[in-house]
């Protein structure tokens, strides 16, 4: 067995830890099986080489002037004096004001929603960045070129479902892939288990299926069993059988086969997620108590926690929150949204930490788009470029990326009332994290076709 | 989606229809709009079996659909479309007067209470109910699951989902008495006009607070406020023209290769100007009082808050003379009348109704009927209801391999509560939320997470033989690895217990319970309309067979069995 030398101290440990686990659990079993059993323990269960991005999506269009906010004194009074009954007071600002490790040009400052306060920390400790007037673009673009419309521009704009489309998948809605898809498409084979590549807590999102990629989907509280395709059945087990058969089995009609291999999937994977969580620990506390958005990222936590046992690599991650669409209420509910975000991505990076992984997690959050900076009475309405938030061990944080746009309507960055052309592509973070996961830069384009347009593809979010 | 990517998912053209049924599928090449609904017109005739002739789309009399007597299954099958369930009265009646004269008796069938009289009736008025839905969800479940006017319940449920109001985002005093306000005017309008609807629609105080039209004040230069876009966007997106410029058969217009937008930015930021000034329909010095009867009535408009100047809806020009109500009507008319909306509006009931991927030449053929009902009027609802469910695309049984579509959650869970005659002796109805995907159905009643309903008409399950074959599949939206297991376990539940004072009658159940094949037919029958293969009926019933049938209690677990078994199957979950 001299070739297991080779492997990482960290490594032979697992290994070691997983043979004796796979020989206690098959003394009966012919050698050369065990080794191929253990073979596969090994490569599945290599914690050094672990890497997941989390995509934490706020459904609604979050509205950016009220996320990070003009802090230096000129700006504050331009926000203040196009927001009008919008505005937050400025010495409200004052407990979440960010001291970037690199300042920002022109003497601008910004501070985070005083709500999210918690988040100040990891920003301080390095593990937060924030990235100014991110969207989707299909090449870089300048107000005159939108304007003209003479350059390539997204479908859709300021549509909820197509936007929130074209930040998960580069197309609008009807998009049947995503980047975080196609982005673990290249790492189905090192994964022992291909259906745990990418698990989705919260339903549904185009993001996280790519052309062999399936998303797996499963509640905050964990997977469920069929009780009727258990044991038995209102207590036949002849009928138990029967019903697993046909729930199961492979179908001629494309929509009775598409129900049957999720069924499939879910019968499947149950009892490995069930066990998973079971024997997972986590001592961080979660506040969630009405708030989804923390009982799913605690159940991400455990997941990742319990990664060896769900024989994974690589993986992606998809939770969400909605609610964003504020076109009234928006000074009463957004700081509560907010709140809650800023929570649970507290208490994340505080489990990640707890569990050693900080370094090997990245979470970014995203939304339909952004908003307008004026009001409309008691709101905002759809926008497009917006602030966002990069959090992990391996995060450049404690500074901003991009742009800082100018805080005014009818500016350099408007494209009406205050809606912000991006100066940063999505596909430019799409490719960042690509790098970082271990894709080559060859193979971008195959992920994100739109990068070819943009010739910065690394924004440079990552240390080392 | 192109119009070649689709027509290989039709059905093959049925052997005995005559010549005119042709006609339809080359209506594209037909300039004339006229030319055009009288193709439509003698197509939908053609549908129906007959074809005599006749240009106008006719009363009863003229629908030789009434001609032949329906079998069972088809009879089952016809209401599982039309309605919710195949109940025995309902089974009788279709087989008896046929398809047409059914729609025509549903469409004048009385309604029953209100919702908002129910909820009144229930006490729920009271001042410790001024933020509460309590009653909400249970006046909604007595009427899908209660009401007889089962198709004016089973189109209502339809227009909740393409007119979205979700009770969850209505943070306002009197929520339930929005909601049932919303839900009662979807009643009283369904079988009226497409104009009407889309009136009542947009001044409900429901949906006027669910995308922000209520309370909308006009600009105001002084301090750089703008009119709420919010209103002005959806209801062309989603009510009444979509995203894209339209065919008259639904596919996408396209210019260099590219689909046409239907509006611009600036567009909305005109219309939003038109939708200014309205507000409840009472004085702000009642509203602390216990008068919530503005929730049944349409907003008022007030004036001093409409926009000023001129305003334009797409390129009309609505001049500055125009007050608040006139502007709307110029609106609501120039939105109405847009090509889009029958091919729009029209594909999107097919998808409720009857199949998740209609034929171009299908959605063409109702929207020829949106356009005009054979006597001059657009928009004429029971004409569309009637186009889409006895067309031949409805009437023929699917055969292709992306035919038909999943049954929605909610419609799966109230055919069974028909199909067993659930009622709540008590007047309870305390099903509550459904919504939890992973311990019941994953989808409620008036409880969408947006506007954007429980599922996109436009969806394509990503990884499936349906998204290599761009088969649109909307209700795969909601199915997944938890609300599979979900459903299942909410309704074993059910089967087993029922809920709460609402308990399912087996008693013709049991009486077949020693033969379980006949049992497992016809649960079959009353439930997938002949859609269960004989395989699997037999598959099923060998199982039921493995319990004995000694006691009631035995007798009582074949029934639950079955039934549970029946509503698992594939076959059964995708209506043909």
């Known amino acids: ?464 | 989606m192109t119009a070649a990517a689709n027509t290989h998912f039709a059905p093959p053209a049925p052997p005995a229809l005559p010549d005119d049924d042709r006609v339809v599928g080359d209506a594209t090449s037909v300039g004339a709009p006229a030319a055009l609904a009288a193709a439509a017109a003698a197509a939908l005739l053609a549908a129906c079996g007959g074809g005599g002739g006749d240009s106008a789309s006719g009363g009863p009399d003229s629908d030789p659909q009434n001609t032949v007597p329906p079998t069972e299954p088809e009879a089952a099958r016809f209401l599982g479309q039309a309605g919710f369930a195949a109940s025995a009265s309902d089974l009788a009646s279709v087989k008896s007067i046929g398809f047409s004269r059914w729609l025509d008796q549903q469409f004048d069938a009385a309604r029953t209470q209100s919702h908002y009289d129910w909820l009144v009736a229930k006490g729920k008025g009271a001042e410790a109910n001024r933020y509460s839905l309590d009653g909400t969800d249970a006046t909604l479940w007595r009427k899908l699951i209660g009401s007889p006017d089962q198709l004016r319940q089973r189109v209502v449920l339809a227009l909740s989902e393409i007119f979205v109001v979700s009770m969850n985002g209505l943070p306002i005093a009197w929520p339930q008495f929005a909601t049932a306000g919303y839900v009662d005017m979807l009643e009283e309008r369904c079988f009226g006009t497409f104009r009407e609807l889309i009136e009542g629609v947009t001044l409900s105080p429901a949906m006027g607070v669910y995308l922000a039209m209520r309370g909308n004040r006009k600009e105001d230069a002084k301090t750089g406020r703008q009119p709420d876009e919010n209103y002005a966007r959806e209801v062309m997106q989603l009510f009444t023209i979509g995203l894209s410029q339209l065919n008259a058969d639904g596919t996408p217009k396209t210019a260099a290769g590219k689909t046409v937008d239907t509006y611009t930015l600036q567009q909305i930021t005109d219309l939003a100007r038109v939708f200014t000034g309205w507000d409840f329909d009472i004085d702000s010095a009642d509203v602390n009082g216990l008068d919530f009867s503005y929730m049944k009535r349409p907003m008022r408009q007030n004036a001093s808050r409409f926009s000023t100047g001129e305003k334009k809806v797409l390129d009309t020009v609505i001049p500055a003379t125009a007050d608040g109500a006139a502007a709307m009507k110029v609106a609501l008319d120039t939105l109405s009348a847009h090509p889009n909306v029958g091919p729009f509006i029209g594909r999107q009931l097919i998808q409720r109704l009857v199949a998740s991927n209609p034929s171009p030449a299908y959605v063409q053929r109702v929207a020829a009927v949106f356009d005009n009902n054979g006597k001059g009027v657009r928009g004429d609802m029971r004409a569309v209801i009637k186009a889409i469910l006895l067309d031949t695309e409805a009437r023929q049984r699917s055969t292709a391999p992306g035919g038909g579509k999943l049954r929605e959650p909610l419609q799966r869970m109230i055919q069974w509560a028909r199909t067993v005659g659930l009622n709540s002796p008590g007047d309870l109805w305390a099903i509550g939320d459904t919504s939890n995907p992973s311990s019941r159905l994953g989808q409620s009643p008036l409880r969408s997470g947006s506007v954007f309903n429980f599922f996109r008409p436009g969806y394509v399950p990503p990884n499936s033989q349906l998204g290599t074959n761009n088969v649109t599949a909307p209700e795969f939206q909601l199915c997944n690895e938890s609300t599979v297991a979900g459903y299942l376990n909410y309704m074993q539940g059910l089967i087993g217990n029922g809920v709460g004072d609402m308990k399912p009658d087996y008693t013709a159940d049991l009486a077949l319970a020693a033969d379980a094949p006949a049992l497992v037919r016809r649960h079959a029958q009353l439930m997938a309309g002949g859609d269960l293969s004989e395989a699997t009926i037999t598959t099923i019933a060998t199982a039921v067979a493995t319990i004995k049938s000694d006691t009631d209690a035995n007798k009582l677990n074949r029934v639950k069995a079955s039934w549970l078994m029946v509503m698992a199957a594939p076959e059964y979950q995708v209506q043909k």
């Open chain 1, 1 to 464: 067995m001299t070739h297991i030398s080779k492997l990482p101290a960290l490594r032979r440990r697992e290994f070691l830890k997983r043979a004796s686990a796979v020989s206690i659990a098959g003394t009966a079993a012919p050698w050369a099986l065990q080794l191929a059993a253990i073979g596969e323990a090994a490569a599945a269960a290599a914690p050094g080489d672990y890497k997941a991005i989390v995509c934490l999506f706020m459904y609604g269009g979050n509205d950016y002037g009220n996320t990070v906010i003009p802090y230096d004194t000129a700006n504050y009074q331009a926000y203040a004096n196009i927001r009008q009954a919008l505005a937050i007071p400025r010495d409200q600002l004052a407990a979440t004001a960010l001291t970037p490790s690199l300042a920002l040009p022109d003497g601008r400052q910004m501070a985070l929603a005083p709500t999210m306060n918690r988040l100040k920390p990891v920003f301080d400790a390095g593990r937060l960045g924030v990235m100014l007037n991110i969207g989707p673009l299909m090449q870089p673009t300048t107000l005159a070129q939108y304007k003209a419309a003479n350059v390539p521009l997204p479908p859709k704009l300021f549509s909820h479902n197509d936007q929130s489309s074209l930040w998960q998948s580069s197309r609008p809605e009807g998009a049947t892939s995503g980047w975080g898809g196609r982005l673990a498409d290249q790492f189905l084979s090192s994964n022992g288990n291909a259906t745990f590549s990418c698990i989705n807590v919260s339903g549904n999102a185009v993001f996280m299926s790519g052309g062999q990629a399936v998303q797996y989907q499963m509640s905050a509280g964990g997977a469920v069993a069929i009780n009727g395709a258990n044991k038995s059945l209102f207590g036949s087990a002849a009928c138990a059988e029967a019903l697993r058969g046909m729930i199961t089995g492979e179908r001629q009609h494309w929509m009775e086969q598409e129900l049957n291999r999720v069924t499939a999937r879910s019968v499947n994977a149950q009892g490995t997620i069930t066990t998973a969580l079971s024997t997972a620990t986590l001592q961080t506390p979660f506040e969630t108590n009405g708030n989804g958005l923390a009982s799913q990222l605690q159940t991400v936590a455990r997941l990742i926690g319990a990664r060896a046992s769900l024989g994974v690599q690589r993986q992606v991650y998809f939770v969400s929150i909605g609610g964003f669409d504020l076109h009234d209420n928006l000074m009463s509910q957004q700081p509560v949204l907010l709140g809650n975000v800023a929570s649970a991505m507290a208490s994340f990076d505080a489990a990640l930490v707890e569990l050693g992984v900080a370094q090997n997690v990245t979470t970014f959050t995203a939304s339909d788009f952004g908003r307008t900076l004026s009001s409309n009475g008691d709101g905002s309405d759809h926008g497009w470029g917006s602030h966002h938030l990069v959090m992990g061990g391996a995060v450049k944080g404690g500074r901003f990326y991009g742009t800082a746009p100018t805080v005014a309507v009818s500016g350099p960055d408007d494209v009406g009332q205050g809606r912000l052309l991006p100066t940063t592509s999505v596909d430019q973070l799409a490719a960042t994290l690509a790098l970082w996961m271990g894709v080559p830069a060859t193979d971008l384009p195959g992920i994100l076709p739109g990068i070819v347009n943009f010739t910065q593809k690394d924004l440079g979010l990552f240390t080392g």
